[in-house]
């Protein structure tokens, strides 16, 4: 039936409350003649009939001008009770002038004080009935799905406790906070624990879900946090950011799973505003590989900093269309008076290119355009060849003829003595640049390129795998228990890109300084805790996911290096170095791309891996066969 109800057409329901409070109206005051004369009042003269009339009829269009009938009962909160007591205190001014000015023989003048106080109960205890009776709440509502604790006793996680309350889905046990004032006390009725106290109660409660309600907490603070529950085998869960929180509005759908960064454990990179803004502002900017993971980040955080005109260039159709109307609605919704330009295009397509840089005149240039994905590009050998390393070329070369001022490669560890064809040919690519930058008619282009390692998120990142997995119930597949990753999030990365090409003087390597690298077996074990689940193993036979071991993919390494040579040079930001890397000269290093071109065009494998051995350092023939 409370189905039937919710469907009903929005002026039904509120035909429907109006003549309840017609009916409440005339009820109070029956009740307050009865309380008046100590009696069951049964009217029996006409002045005495008067008042079950007057009193709806000054009601409702008080109430309507009040806006009453336009509230949603199921989520009606302190406001709306507010705004009906304002209503009640003026309709009871009005009903006791009326009283007092008329005199009805029999008819107490104390009327005016009685009904409108009964008649203020009967329509608070309807809609707080119907509230509780159209969310389902103490009606006979199905067992609850979860059983959760909220971390964050603020306002967010108030808010977050009554949504909670409206959906259902959740039953909340009590709150989280390290706050000693309020540790101890209730909320709602719903008791405060402190952060020691949560081991205990879990097992006590048998608690399945932990939502975090603390989006103004510092990174640390989060990493404590969340480290403090991976042992409880507990859903932990996060809601947005205070920016997404701006409406005041919080739901149980807003819950999402936790942020990339709380997963990878450490402080993320801060950018360096005066780095970002310098090559930015005012500027025109052209992003290769626009709709991808980095180029779109790119994209993102360039429009912050009020470029006069951004290009976004893809060969994906969909992927533009789609960075492109999301970066429409960022400058609408913040008014950044940005032009952009969705440029269809491939890297291999020079003529293309040359068009676009000759017509737009670009002032940086950032090639993010790359096939990245390793076991991919072992498969498609010539393709990986002609869109990493002549894709790039192209790039470069329309870039000079138009005289940009920067071009930037967006470049990757696996570049570093790779074992691999992708990782080959990111590392030809680096070579490209800086054989052009070294040449004494370079121009006035500045070639750079940024590496770094696996970026969590993105296209290609294990976190998105491994999540499916976990949720199909497993296994988890990995390629190697000692598998070891360098890991940065998708803005850090786009920040290094942004950072590191203010720097740059022609020809330069920079690199991240990562921190410790990651075991993916840790990752994956993180992710497994966090959802609420137990790794099954020879130790935990009783668990809910497996992990499985598939060996390493052609091509793939153990472990990843960020430097070929061990002499890097710090630059103005604390974090980001500047590698010294041997390169060829540009006509030992034409004759050899003329070769790779050649074997590219003619599907020889054997000659793409010849000419790689001979200018890759440190490519191993056998490990990526």
């Known amino acids: 039936m409370r189905k039937q109800v919710l469907a009903w057409p929005r002026p039904g329901k509120r035909a429907v409350v109006v003549a309840v409070d017609v009916v409440l109206a005339m009820v109070a005051t029956w009740v307050a003649y009865s309380l008046r004369l100590e009696t069951l009042h049964w009217p029996s003269i006409t002045s005495e009939w008067w008042p079950y009339l007057l009193t709806p009829a000054l009601a409702i269009p008080i109430f309507v001008r009040f806006g009453l009938y336009r509230a949603i009962?199921?989520?009606?909160?302190?406001?709306?009770?507010?705004?009906?007591?304002?209503?009640?205190?003026?309709?009871?001014?009005?009903?006791?002038?009326?009283?007092?000015?008329?005199?009805?023989?029999?008819?107490?003048?104390?009327?005016?004080?009685?009904?409108?106080?009964?008649?203020?109960?009967?329509?608070?205890?309807?809609?707080?009935?119907?509230?509780?009776?159209?969310?389902?709440?103490?009606?006979?509502?199905?067992?609850?799905?979860?059983?959760?604790?909220?971390?964050?006793?603020?306002?967010?996680?108030?808010?977050?406790?009554?949504?909670?309350?409206?959906?259902?889905n959740l039953k909340l046990l009590g709150f989280i906070d390290e706050d000693p004032h309020k540790i101890g006390q209730t909320i709602n009725g719903v008791?405060?624990?402190?952060?020691?106290?949560?081991?205990?109660?879990?097992?006590?409660?048998?608690?399945?879900?932990?939502?975090?309600?603390?989006?103004?907490?510092?990174?640390?603070?989060?990493?404590?946090?969340?480290?403090?529950?991976?042992?409880?085998?507990?859903?932990?869960?996060?809601?947005?950011?205070?920016?997404?929180l701006a409406s005041g509005r919080v739901t149980v759908q807003d819950f999402r799973e936790l942020d990339i960064e709380d997963l990878l454990g450490r402080e993320a990179v801060k950018p360096r505003a005066d780095l970002l803004e310098r090559q930015l502002l005012h500027q025109t900017i052209l992003v290769s590989g626009a709709a991808g993971s980095i180029g779109s980040e790119l994209c993102r955080q360039i429009l912050q900093e009020k470029p006069r005109q951004l290009l976004l260039l893809d060969h994906n159709e969909f992927g533009l269309y789609t960075i492109h109307r999301e970066l429409q609605a960022l400058c609408q919704a913040q008014t950044l008076p940005v032009e952009l330009v969705p440029l269809l295009a491939s890297v291999a397509n020079r003529r293309r290119l040359d068009w676009i840089c000759s017509h737009y005149r670009p002032d940086t240039?950032?090639?993010?355009?790359?096939?990245?994905?390793?076991?991919?590009?072992?498969?498609?050998?010539?393709?990986?060849?002609?869109?990493n390393v002549f894709g790039t070329l192209n790039m470069a070369q329309a870039a000079a003829s138009a005289q940009v001022a920067r071009f930037v490669l967006v470049s990757t560890d696996k570049a570093v003595r790779p074992t691999n064809l992708m990782g080959a040919s990111k590392r030809m690519a680096e070579l490209v640049l800086q054989a052009l930058a070294s040449q004494a008619d370079a121009g006035r282009t500045c070639y750079s390129m940024v590496r770094f390692g696996n970026v969590l998120g993105s296209s290609g990142s294990v976190v998105p795998l491994f999540r499916e997995q976990i949720a199909r119930g497993g296994p988890v597949t990995l390629t190697h228990p000692e598998v070891t990753r360098y890991f940065m999030t998708i803005p850090e990365a786009a920040q290094l890109v942004l950072q590191a090409a203010t720097m740059a003087r022609g020809g330069e390597v920079f690199?991240?300084?990562?921190?410790?690298?990651?075991?993916?077996?840790?990752?994956a074990r993180r992710l497994v805790e966090l959802s609420g689940l137990q790794l099954r193993d020879e130790q935990n036979p009783d668990g809910d996911i497996e992990f499985t071991f598939v060996g390493l993919r052609p091509g793939e390494k153990l472990y990843e290096e960020l430097l070929i040579g061990d002499n890097p040079t710090a630059t103005a930001h604390p974090r980001i170095m500047m590698a010294h890397e041997d390169f060829m000269p540009w006509p030992e290093l034409q004759s050899q791309l003329a070769q790779l071109q050649d074997a590219a065009n003619n599907e020889d494998l054997s000659a793409i891996k010849a000419v790689l051995l001979r200018c890759v350092h440190g490519f191993h023939e056998q490990e990526a066969s």
């Not at 020691?196 to 989006?215: G, H, S, Y």
């Open 73 to 168: 009962f199921r989520y009606t909160g302190l406001g709306a009770l507010v705004a009906t007591g304002q209503a009640v205190g003026l309709y009871a001014v009005v009903l006791f002038a009326i009283l007092f000015w008329q005199r009805w023989p029999l008819v107490p003048r104390s009327l005016g004080i009685l009904q409108p106080i009964i008649f203020l109960l009967l329509v608070g205890i309807s809609r707080a009935l119907a509230r509780f009776w159209l969310a389902g709440i103490g009606f006979g509502r199905p067992a609850q799905q979860g059983r959760m604790l909220i971390f964050g006793a603020g306002t967010v996680g108030v808010q977050t406790s009554t949504a909670m309350a409206i959906a259902g």
């Open 191 to 244: 008791p405060v624990f402190s952060l020691a106290e949560v081991p205990d109660i879990v097992k006590e409660l048998e608690i399945t879900d932990v939502l975090l309600a603390i989006p103004s907490a510092t990174r640390a603070r989060r990493n404590k946090i969340i480290q403090s529950l991976r042992s409880l085998h507990v859903h932990t869960r996060t809601l947005p950011s205070l920016a997404d």
């Open 365 to 387: 240039v950032y090639h993010a355009a790359a096939y990245k994905h390793v076991p991919m590009v072992e498969c498609n050998p010539s393709e990986g060849i002609f869109n």
């Open 511 to 523: 690199v991240l300084e990562m921190g410790e690298p990651v075991k993916i077996i840790d990752l």
